[in-house]
Nanobody, 121 residues
Framework: QVRLAESGGGLVQAGGSLRLSCAAS????????MGWYRQAPGKTRELVAA???????NYADSVRGRFTISRDNAKNTMYLQMNSLKPEDTAVYYC???????????????WGQGTLVTVSS
């Protein structure tokens, strides 16, 4: 069974930085696309950033220039470096993976449990 485990969330002051990690496990052969989503209280889940297996990236307008997504395919791990954090970045951040091939099956999409990021003003 494929699992995604996020880490790195926490409390930070406005202007500060955090680095989120997402480690995928479960006899993984390959992962097509990975991404970070977030959901703030009372709001719908939104895409923050995504990255393909080839390294192509896209970002939400609200984070472009402040956040950087990256991945280590050999480790099946994805990262989100978040700089110049703002109170409006406060949310639960979820890791997402699409097109996951393991030694025994293929999964279309898997979500992590989420990690809370709180930015104080």
């Amino acid at each position: 069974q494929v699992r995604l485990a996020e880490s790195g969330g926490g409390l930070v002051q406005a202007g500060g930085s955090l680095r989120l990690s997402c480690a995928a496990s479960g006899s993984i052969v390959s992962i097509n696309a990975m991404g970070w989503y977030r959901q703030a209280p009372g709001k719908t889940r939104e895409l923050v950033a995504a990255i393909t297996s080839g390294g192509s990236t896209n970002y939400a307008d609200s984070v472009r220039g402040r956040f950087t997504i990256s991945r280590d395919n050999a480790k099946n791990t994805m990262y989100l470096q978040m700089n110049s954090l703002k109170p409006e970045d406060t949310a639960v951040y979820y890791c997402n993976a699409k097109g996951i091939a393991t030694i025994s099956k293929w999964s279309s999409e898997v979500w992590g449990q989420g990690t809370l990021v709180t930015v104080s003003s």
